[in-house]
């Protein structure tokens, strides 16, 4: 038996995002998100699925609140839906939209749980889409006029803030893979996606600086890790570039203010040119007051010519895998942190989403998720040994807090530790709640 012990001032949250839990997408003079389009295109989300009602948290905060105050976490991750504050991307504010993240955050205070705003996690307003979306550059503008007013508005009660949920995915899972919104399938396209995000974000900062709002803001990539099959150099590197995409496209930029050479010039290999503007490396590389870093998955990989973007194919290790089908590979998560602080050194790291995929359902009131418990032991012992290892973890934050509309998935795979009727809506806590319910009251457990 060895306890995981953590420091007194480590943080504790749980993590949710507006289209998976909000539902009301027709109330409250919200406008329409990439979201609303794509989840009603046939054939783009399993079954059909959209988040119209979701887990109805738009009527139903108070009492996902009074879930978190029972559980003990001092930190709610939430998104503001862009179309709710602005339904047509720009121009007239939506006041029904600000009094509901009021309404949210002041119980959220009131409870002693500090909110913990992305300003970003995917519904885009479709009038911006109509538009090029991310493609065309007046997209960032009006992502700074959004967050500006947000800073403003929520200044003195929100000061926590992330910029960008899980900027590859933005970018690369929806302009290059297509299965999320808006489904496009170009790589020159996402590229240039994925540097607009993050002139996007170094602008928003740059305005929160000028602003001069009391808080701390950042940004919140999401990384993986592959481990190469063997010792052989084509191995190492195929792994590394995989590893490259997630971390040092995204955060090299924003920490050293340019792109990764040996990913420039992958992509240059594939055909791709960045266009880059004067005054875009530095405007990314605005100093952040944290790093959000989103982890859930590792492979074993190596080097096969011609396969996919990167030039590597999984080797099947026989892990055991999430209902998602994610291999669950603690030592990434301890090697990916290991890795950021290596590049980057001391960073302020929050884990800002880790948890898993299990579709227990509730069997005479109990959900008996041992998958879930055993995902979070392994993952937070590795979380503890990065720590040990001078990783800066400043806290964990749970995804998720709810069952929820999982994108491209539907309502099929259920990552929270609370189960979700979607029949009637009726949330009951799975025995991971419990297990972590202990752990934070201890600040410890036992393995
Ligand atoms: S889908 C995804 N997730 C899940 C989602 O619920 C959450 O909103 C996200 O922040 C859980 O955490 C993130 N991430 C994308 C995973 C990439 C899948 C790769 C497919 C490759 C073809």
Known sequence: MTIIQFPKDMKWGVATASYQIEGATKEGGRGLSIWDTFSKTPGKVVNGDNGDVACDSYHRYEEDVELMKELGVDTYRFSVAWPRIFPNGVGKVNQEGLDYYHRLVDALIENDIEPMCTLYHWDLP??????????????????????????????????????????????????????????????????????????????????????????????????????????????????????????????????????????????????????????????????????????????????????????????????????????????????????????????????????????????????QDDGRISYFEQHLTALHRAMESGVNIKGYIIWSLLDNFEWAEGYTMRFGIVHVNYRTLKRTPKESYYWLKQTISNNWFET
């Open 126 to 367: 479709q009038a911006l889409q109509d538009k090029g979306g991310w493609a065309n550059r007046e997209t960032i503008d009006a992502f700074v006029s959004y967050s500006e007013l947000m800073y403003k508005e929520f200044s003195g009660k929100i000061k926590k803030w992330i910029t960008l949920n899980e900027p590859w995915c933005i970018s690369f899972l929806s302009n290059y893979v297509g299965i999320h919104a808006p489904g496009n399938q170009d790589l020159q396209l996402a590229t240039q996606i994925s540097h607009h995000l993050l002139v996007a974000h170094g602008k928003s900062v740059l305005k929160f600086r000028e602003l001069g709002i009391d808080g701390e803001i950042g940004f919140a990539p999401n990384t993986t890790w592959l481990e190469p099959y063997s010792t052989r150099q084509e191995d190492i590197d195929a792994c590394n570039r995989e590893i490259g995409w997630y971390i040092e496209w995204f955060m090299d930029p924003v920490y050293k203010g340019t792109y990764p050479e040996f990913m420039v010039e992958w992509f240059k290999k594939k055909g791709v040119e960045l266009e880059i503007q004067d005054g875009d490396m530095e405007t990314i590389q605005q100093p952040i007051d944290f790093l959000g870093i989103n982890y859930y998955t590792g492979h074993i990989a190596r080097y096969k010519e011609n396969e996919g973007l990167l030039d590597w194919e999984l080797v099947e290790m026989n892990y055991d895998r999430t209902d998602i089908g994610w291999p669950i590979y603690p030592d990434g998560f301890y090697n990916v942190l290991t890795r950021i602080k290596d590049n980057y050194g001391d960073v302020p790291i929050y884990i800002t989403e880790n948890g898993s995929c299990y579709n227990d359902e509730p069997e005479n009131g109990v959900v």
